[in-house]
């Protein structure tokens, strides 16, 4: 177990390292790393291997529009959120969806290639779902840190100090 904890712990901060480059940073075996990682891949632990793109720096695409909305969910007798949550996280417009503590029961990070489709999605398909009381959209404007990688280091000596 604690093997695969620091596979895992690798892997989530650099996905292209190699089995031999963990093996040789873990000190262990690489066909021993090679079948705990297939093991990992086919138990669905590991749900798929992903990059980190900053849009600012990038000039060949478009970049989409992404909103945080935040949900108020009635609970259904007997099955919870389960039900709306299935329904939810269906739309290909859903990135990502998570059930939180707190006011709102749902945070959803939605994708779309302007505003105007982010706020139909809200608007036509999400509030249209029973059960769900309301929602509270915010617009991502800049992206300054994303899944633990700072976008811009560079930029981290040009922040102003906080003072009281």
Do not use: C, W
Not at 35 to 51: C, M, N, P, T, W
Not at 55 to 69: M, Q, T
Not at 88 to 111: A, C, M, P, R, W
């Amino acid at each position: 177990m604690k093997l695969e904890k620091q596979i895992l712990d690798l892997l989530k901060k650099d996905s292209r390292l190699s089995h031999r480059e963990i093996s040789v940073r873990l000190g262990a075996n690489e066909s021993e790393i090679s079948s705990l990682v297939k093991r990992l891949e086919e138990d669905g632990v590991i749900a798929r291997y992903s990059i980190i793109i900053n849009e600012d720096k990038y000039e060949g695409g478009n970049e989409k529009v992404r909103a945080l909305i935040e949900v108020q969910v009635k609970p259904e007798g007997g099955l919870g959120f389960e039900n709306v949550a299935k329904r939810v996280s269906q739309f290909s417009n859903v990135v990502d969806h998570y059930l939180l503590s707190g006011t709102y029961d749902f945070l959803i990070v939605v994708e779309g290639d302007h505003i105007q489709e982010v706020s139909s999605f809200v608007s036509g398909k999400l509030s249209s779902i029973d059960n769900i009381k309301g929602t509270v959209t915010h617009f991502i404007l800049k992206k300054y840190k994303v899944n633990g990688a700072i976008l811009d280091p560079s930029d981290s000596s040009s922040r102003l100090l906080v003072s009281p």
